[in-house]
């Protein structure tokens, strides 16, 4: 909406306010509440949380801080959950300062970011190390993480 490919470091939402009744209902989204394991798809942002933020007519600002809030609480209940004081964020909202700085405060936890390349080259080293393990024909998917039926060795070699 405001012509950026996204918020850098989280300026423009921490000038915005949080509208309580957005924040209620995203909070309220069954998928909380279900069991791991679990994973945040784009499907399920485009089908239950697009169209929440979408029905709301409030300013970018008031909006981005309203979800940034809303991440900072969920992250933040998974947190307080672990019996760990230090923990590790990594993934691209990482570079978006003020969101990590609602995650320290209302966590009340240590949060260790790695250096920028890990951060954003994680995906690229962590399926890197997928298809080393597919290429020893090791188990690369735990059914613990995926909901898979068992633990596995995933993945097609195209030899070239």
């Known amino acids: 909406k405001l012509g950026l490919p996204y918020d850098a470091e989280g300026n423009i939402g921490?000038?915005?306010?949080?509208?309580?009744?957005?924040?209620k209902q995203l909070n309220a989204l069954d998928f909380y509440t279900q069991v791991p394991p679990k994973s945040l798809s784009r499907e399920f942002v485009e089908s239950e949380i697009e169209p929440l933020i979408l029905k709301h007519n409030y300013s970018t600002p008031d909006l981005l801080r309203t979800f940034y809030e809303h991440t900072a609480q969920q992250i933040s209940n998974?947190?307080?959950q672990e019996n760990k004081q230090k923990n590790l964020l990594t993934g691209g909202g990482t570079h978006n300062r003020f969101l990590v700085e609602r995650i320290k405060k209302i966590s009340g936890k240590v949060i260790v970011i790695p250096p920028s390349d890990i951060i954003d080259f994680k995906e690229a080293l962590i399926f890197s190390f997928l298809g080393l393990r597919r290429l020893e024909k090791k188990i690369n998917c735990l059914e613990s993480v995926t909901g898979a039926v068992s633990d596995n060795c995933g993945g097609i070699v195209h030899l070239v």
């Open 14 to 23: 921490k000038k915005g306010q949080v509208i309580p009744l957005l924040l």
């Open 78 to 80: 998974i947190l307080k």
